[in-house]
């Protein structure tokens, strides 16, 4: 299926890849369920989404949104703003944003600032008679106060429903302005899954920043990902690479080369599948296909691969036998550390595929783990990326298999079932409540911190460090309540709810 | 690289400095044993908790807060058919998985938009006798300040209700700072109930780990009259509250940090309530006794440190503590106000009253005080300002970082969002958060020497 680069809105991850929020199972049979494993699927599904069993039940806990992942990412270009036409209430993320924006940009050595964000601030007269002016209005500012070399707008819900031309405001300021004015469509209520506002972002900087007549750099691969400590740049300079890291902390330049690389990688399909496959669409710069870099398969697979795509192949085996061999001395003390300990992984989709393979490398036990959603395929459709088949393929089921999109009410269950001795997470919401049930969290902020040869000892070390804040939550736990009554804590099935509302509703609960 | 020229002002908010009205979740959530229900978008509970209670001071969600808030969670299907069902479904099913007294349930953009009619389905279950209430809190419709007045409302008249019984001589309802927006609430409502009971009254403080809940929210209507404890946040709660259950109200509008500001607005109290003035002096005297105590042992360091302390100060916060902290600062510390700017959009109504309190902030002292939410323009005005021959110590937010190195000054972070600072029960009012005050100043200050 070609990405559609026509039109200024993104097709939902729904409707491209059919995205799921709510399933429980073994990780094999969601893998056999998912497009891969069935071959072609075209006969069944079409040429879009593949169509997956979803669990829907009647609770829901607050979870994300697209735009919120369009802050994240579009919000944290160096040299560009990012206008949010909405209410205040959206403007809201600038903190949290502005706070990873800033630590992001220590951790890479870059000059601290804060980011560059404005909202439109629309009231109620404005949902009445439009919010156009106020667009405009806040481009200008934008324009005036940090001359940036592109303004990003984000959509809000509520310039959704009452149809702010935003479209054509972003088309006539750039006339105006001389630069890209890019609107990123990103209303909540658009998708079910957040990672649409990823797609988003991408989807904008496809069409309106990637120069079109690239001059190749034959050495130079991109590398999508967030805020993470620079361990590519040591790594593909093994290879004589050089790393253009995207779209987090980059400039506007760095996107602007985006298609004259040799190749794109990343360390999470979830994020970089969208912008992957759209480049080599586009301009024929490589994806590289291959499992991810985690543990010693998934790392050895890929850099084989980008090693084969950049002609480099010698210069990757001599790196790969030194790295193994470097390793292998704490490896084998830490796996002695760790024998007997259970983990569990609760994290995004594609990028939870990778640390259970790498907390398997280490010996610890997963049993349980949980992504937020999950995609049955990624654009490319290669096989090559089938990163949950891999997983089952070179480290084995795991057999309690859940996808839960940041529903706090099943993770009590999810963990109850399989009684980890801690957890791994990224995203919020999710670790308080472990905490207060006595398990300790690793919050893996630096999404590089598990990648490739060197990350399977980090992830030990840090499993270390947390297991002994146990003590901790154990103390916590022994004095706190949680807000869920007995009987929800009591249930063995976290996704009974769920079923129950297929089945229909047997009995009206009693409400007092 | 910054154009120094102030602009005109726009509708542009960079950097923002309050949230918008569903926001008062928090104001739910503060209560202990209450738990909001949002019905709006995926995002919105997450963006303020996560803002508001989490990168600001780390304060924690709490028993009901954070990732517990059940949401709609609001799809294109609610937009189109409105999302009346799909409320109704959560609500049920929130009472059969959580254990709260109280739910609150909080609009958001698309519900308010799209009509839906959440009064008649929350009634549907007030009808059943299910503890719930609910506002219309739609984020174009106001911000977090005017979003907490509406929730206290709806409480007051959807779930306390009506009352003529007799009142409780010596018994207060406190109004006063915005819950998790003020960093420093948990400890500092703390202190405000310590200090009245100190003088005898029996205090509702209501929100925080404080206040008895529920409980205490019914007993409102006895009490025998309302204080709000702030420049403006509160009175329009004490105004219908006056109308409703017929309670006076003592409006104080310095929040009080610092032995003569907490004795005067004690006494202040002693009086309106028509409390025993004895025993209360007697409270007060022996909190002066402590305070001073401590004071005298910081005046060595104030009277004779080496190296230099910053002699003219800046603030830009919500009024409350802007208000506050520049009384603490000119009348106990002697220093020099340079700027204040007040951040959080206070009604037009109020404005020349606060106003007032600047121009008349001591009695040889005469500055005033600007009202300004875009951060753009409010680091203009900073960088315009003259503070003297050197640098002045600025009491702001995490905006003002970069500023404060800029201008070679010290920064403390007093107000959202403060996402450099963890922040558990420490408190800067009272007799006791005015000495932890000092310290955070004065630590800042010194820890910067060498």
């Keep these: 299926m070609k990405i559609n680069l026509k039109t200024p809105v993104v097709e939902s991850r729904e409707q491209r890849l059919g995205t799921i929020i709510a399933w429980d199972g073994k990780a094999a049979d969601l893998s056999k369920e998912s497009a891969y494993a069935r071959g072609n699927c075209e006969n069944t599904c079409g040429d879009k989404a593949r169509r997956l069993c979803e669990m829907e039940g009647p609770f829901t806990q607050g979870s994300v949104c697209s735009e919120q992942m369009v802050e994240c990412q579009a919000g944290h270009v160096r040299n560009a703003v990012l206008i949010q036409h909405s209410p205040i209430g959206c403007g809201a993320g600038q903190v949290i944003y502005n706070s990873i924006y800033r630590n992001g940009l220590a951790l890479r050595n870059l000059p601290v600032e804060n980011q560059h964000v404005i909202c439109t601030n629309l009231l109620e007269e404005d949902m009445v008679y439009g919010g156009a002016a106020k667009l405009e209005q806040s481009i200008r500012d934008a324009w005036e106060r940090n001359h940036p070399k592109v303004i990003f707008i984000a959509t809000s819900c509520a310039t959704g429903i009452i149809g702010d ?140 691969e980008l090693a084969r795509v950049t002609n480099r192949v010698e210069k990757a085996e001599a790196y790969i036998a030194r790295e193994h061999a470097r390793i292998a001395p704490r490896l084998a003390e830490l796996r002695e550390l760790l024998k007997g300990k259970k983990g569990y992984v609760a994290t995004g989709s594609a990028y939870a595929h990778g640390l259970i393979a790498v907390l398997r490398e280490l010996g610890v036990e997963v049993d349980g783990s949980l992504v937020f959603h999950h ?80 990350g399977i000892i980090n992830l030990g070390e840090s499993i270390l460090d947390i297991l002994a804040h146990k003590k901790f939550h154990q103390d916590l736990a022994a004095h706190t309540k949680l807000p869920y009554k007995q009987w929800w804590l009591d249930q063995k099935d976290p996704f009974v709810l769920a079923k129950e509302s297929k089945l229909g509703n047997k009995e009206e609960p009693s409400y007092v | 690289m910054f154009n120094l020229e102030v602009s005109h002002k726009t509708n542009s908010i960079q950097q923002i400095r309050y949230v918008c009205a569903i926001a008062a979740m928090h104001s739910a959530s503060a209560i202990p044993g209450v738990i909001p229900i949002v019905h709006c978008g995926p995002g919105c509970a997450d963006k303020q908790f996560m803002n508001l209670a989490f990168y600001n001071g780390f304060q924690g969600g709490g028993y009901g807060g954070g990732a517990v808030v059940p949401s709609t969670n609001s799809r294109e299907l609610d937009v189109v058919f409105g999302g009346e069902n799909r409320l109704r479904e959560l609500i049920k099913a929130s009472i059969k998985i959580l254990d709260a007294d109280l739910f609150v349930v909080l609009t958001g953009c698309i519900s308010d938009l799209v009509g839906d009619d959440v009064g ?145 607005f004690l006494r202040k109290v002693t009086h309106f309530a028509e409390l025993d003035i004895a025993k209360a002096e007697v409270f007060i005297k022996e909190e002066e006794k402590q305070y001073y105590h401590y ?43 340079g700027k204040q700017i007040i951040t959080e959009n206070p009604p037009e109504e109020y404005r020349a009253a606060i106003r007032k309190q600047y121009q008349t902030i001591a009695e040889d002292v005469f500055t005033d005080v600007e009202f300004e939410e875009d951060s753009y323009a409010i680091h203009q005005k900073i960088r315009q300002t003259n503070f003297g021959h050197k640098p002045p110590i600025v009491f702001g937010t995490t905006w003002e970082r970069d500023l404060a190195k800029e201008l070679k000054g010290a920064i403390v972070e007093v107000g959202f969002p403060a996402s450099y600072e963890v922040v558990l029960s420490r408190s800067y009012i009272g007799y006791r958060g005015a000495l932890t005050l000092l310290e955070k100043i004065y630590t800042t200050t010194v820890g910067a020497s060498a």
């Design chain 1, 165 to 304: 031309d935003v479209d054509g405001i972003a088309s006539q300021m750039e006339v105006e302005l001389k630069i890209p004015v890019i609107p990123l469509h990103c209303e909540g209520f658009k998708s079910k899954h957040w990672s649409t506002g990823f797609d988003a972002t991408q989807h904008g900087i496809v069409r309106q920043i990637v120069r079109k007549q690239p001059k190749k750099q034959e050495d130079l691969v991109n590398v999508i990902n967030l805020w993470g400590s620079d361990i590519f740049t040591p790594m593909l300079a093994e290879l004589d690479l050089r790393v253009n890291y995207v779209i987090d902390l980059a400039t506007v330049e760095d996107l602007e080369q985006l298609s004259e690389a040799a190749a794109t990688v990343g360390f999470c399909y979830t994020l970089s599948s969208y912008m992957a496959a759209a480049l080599e669409q586009e301009f024929g710069v490589p994806e590289i296909k291959a499992p991810q870099p985690y543990g010693f398969a998934g790392t050895d697979a890929w850099l084989r």
């Design chain 1, 375 to 454: 995609d049955p395929v990624y654009d490319s459709q290669d096989p090559r990326q089938d990163s949950l088949v891999h997983l089952v393929d070179n480290y084995g089921d795991v057999p309690f298999f859940s996808v839960s999109n940041r529903q706090q009410h099943q993770f009590y269950g999810l963990l109850k079932r399989v009684n980890p001795d801690f957890i791994l997470i990224r995203h919020n919401g999710l670790a308080p409540l472990a905490s207060r049930m006595g398990i300790p969290a690793a919050p893996l902020g630096d999404e590089h911190h598990s990648l490739g040869y060197q």
């Design chain 2, 120 to 264: 008649s389905i929350v009634r549907e279950f007030q009808d059943q006798g299910v503890s719930i209430v609910y506002a219309e809190t739609g984020g174009f419709k106001g911000n977090n300040f005017t979003g907490h007045e509406l929730v206290v409302r709806a409480i007051i008249d959807q779930y306390v209700g009506d009352y003529d019984g007799p009142k409780k001589q010596g018994s207060v309802n406190v109004w006063s700072l915005l819950p998790y927006h003020n960093t420093f609430w948990r400890g500092d409502l703390t202190e405000i109930k310590r200090i009245l009971e100190g003088i005898g009254l029996t205090v509702n403080i209501l929100f925080g780990q404080e206040s008895k809940g529920v409980a205490e929210w019914r007993d409102i209507p006895k009490a025998q009259f309302n204080l709000v404890l702030s420049p403006w946040l509160g009175l329009q709660t004490a105004k219908h509250l006056e109308d409703k259950y017929g309670q006076p109200f003592l409006h104080v509008p310095v929040i009080p940090i610092g032995g003569k500001e907490t004795s005067a």
């Design chain 2, 295 to 337: 004071l005298e042992g910081f005046s060595d360091f104030y009277a004779e440190y080496w190296w230099g302390l910053p002699a003219k100060f800046a603030v830009i916060g919500d009024s409350g503590y802007n208000l506050a902290l520049t009384k603490f600062l000119v009348n106990q510390l002697g220093i020099i106000p």
